[in-house]
């Protein structure tokens, strides 16, 4: 089983509608969160870090479910620009921080 | 500002060839990391630098791959005898703290025929 799992899509939907990520881990011992977005052939660069008391960029919504070791993103109102692979990353900070990616759900906003 | 960047970009090698692959982090970062990126997957740690010291090298797949960094600034990731399986993209990142947030470099494309 993969240390941090995601349902790989690809979600196709159209312009304006809604769209929810999930992520799960396996170590319990994770401290940070984080989503990272990935354009095609491009790094991976930095959507938003996710707290345990949820938190809000725009149309970004991101949750943390310690106890079920769970993180959804929320993207409202989806616009083309935001066609990409979304990564979902967890940190353990004890020791070594290297980032542990999930394999990224590819989103496809259609016009 | 400058952010991370790697070269080469693209690099084609022959198998069994050895190549090396170089990263420049932002200035003043402390930690610095390399991962690898295979088509279609998320990217794998490789190995962890904190300055000069390698502190995780856990992911390196084989004692081919051997990374440095001996100023504490510049890291090259080296592939000896490379394999076809060694064709990925190859991501530097860097932070200022180990615990903060990453900062990624375009990557090196490196495919072995």
């Known amino acids: 089983r993969k240390e941090v799992e995601q349902d790989p899509g690809p979600f196709n939907v159209p312009e304006g509608a809604t769209v929810a990520f999930n992520c799960t881990y396996s170590?319990?011992?994770?401290?940070?969160f984080f989503w990272y977005r990935q354009d095609c052939r491009k790094e991976p660069k930095l959507l938003m870090s996710?707290?345990?008391s949820g938190n809000e960029d725009g149309r970004f919504t991101a949750q943390l479910n310690r106890a079920s070791q769970y993180i959804s993103l929320l993207i409202r109102d989806s616009k083309l620009s935001d066609s990409a692979t979304y990564l979902c990353?967890?940190?353990?900070?004890?020791?070594?921080?290297?980032?542990?990616f999930g394999t990224g759900t590819r989103l496809k906003v259609l016009a | 500002g400058a952010g991370v960047s790697q070269s080469p970009r693209y690099k084609v090698a022959k198998r069994g060839q050895d190549v090396a692959l170089r990263c420049d982090p932002i200035?003043?970062?402390?930690?610095l990391f390399w991962y690898q990126q295979a088509l279609g997957q998320g990217p794998e740690f490789l190995t962890y630098?904190?300055?000069?010291?390698?502190?995780?090298k856990s992911g390196l797949p084989s004692d081919r791959f051997f990374a440095e960094r001996p100023e504490g600034s510049v890291s090259t990731l080296k592939i000896q005898r490379t394999q076809q399986e060694d064709s990925a993209v190859y991501l530097c990142?860097?932070?200022?703290?180990?615990?903060?947030?990453?900062?990624f470099g375009p990557g090196t494309r490196l495919t072995v025929l």
């Open positions: 990142a860097s932070s200022l703290e180990g615990f903060e947030e990453q900062f």
């Open positions: 170590n319990s011992a994770s401290q940070s």
């Open positions: 996710v707290y345990s």
């Open positions: 990353v967890v940190n353990l900070t004890s020791g070594t921080y290297k980032y542990i």
């Open positions: 200035s003043g970062h402390v930690s």
């Open positions: 630098f904190q300055n000069e010291a390698q502190l995780d």
